[in-house]
């Protein structure tokens, strides 16, 4: 302690627990939450460059789920809005709905690089990317948090 006095140590059952509450629900709410992104491929020439995912690994066959939605400017006014997502090289031509629902579309990749997913077309679009991997590697925190839970609570309790 700052003023020289002591405090009991704190027990390895009690960080086990905290440690593993907080894996768990990290991982749990990282795992649901999918954020989108707004693009306006009108105000962008057209080509919007979103993002970069490491696909494949240890050999996977790992899907890459491209979702979209139109704005409301496509939807009300029927104008010629289109959109096409690039997923390494490989086109996916959208064809959405008038009623403003979500659209999907997945491409299966096996690759030990990143791939560069980017957007091209006219209009305002919402668009959401979500990769469904083979080998479930985003599991193991919850599992690891899972087990120091159970045994920092277990053992508290002995």
């Known amino acids: 302690m700052g003023a020289g006095g002591t405090s009991e140590p704190i027990p390895i059952w009690d960080l086990s627990s905290l ?3 907080i894996m768990l629900i990290g991982t749990i709410l990282m795992a649901l939450w999918v954020p989108s ?3 306006n491929l009108d105000q962008n020439d057209g080509n919007v460059a979103l993002t970069s995912i490491d696909v494949g690994f240890l050999g996977s066959d790992d899907a890459i ?3 979209i939605i139109p704005g409301e400017l496509c939807v009300q006014s029927n104008s010629t809005c289109f959109i096409q997502a690039d997923v390494g090289g490989e086109i996916l031509e959208f064809n959405f709905e008038s009623d403003g629902s979500w659209t999907s579309m997945t491409s299966t990749r096996t690759s030990d690089g990143p791939i ?3 957007v091209s077309g006219s209009g305002e679009f919402d668009v959401k990317i979500s990769v469904k991997r083979q080998l479930p590697l985003e599991a193991i925190p919850a599992i690891l948090g899972l087990f120091l839970l159970v045994w920092g609570e277990w053992r508290r309790r002995q």
Do not use: C, H, L
Request: net charge negative; aromatic share 0%.
């Open 65 to 67: 789920e491209i979702s």
């Open 37 to 39: 992104q707004e693009v």
């Open 19 to 21: 440690m593993g509450s």
């Open 116 to 118: 560069d997913i980017s």
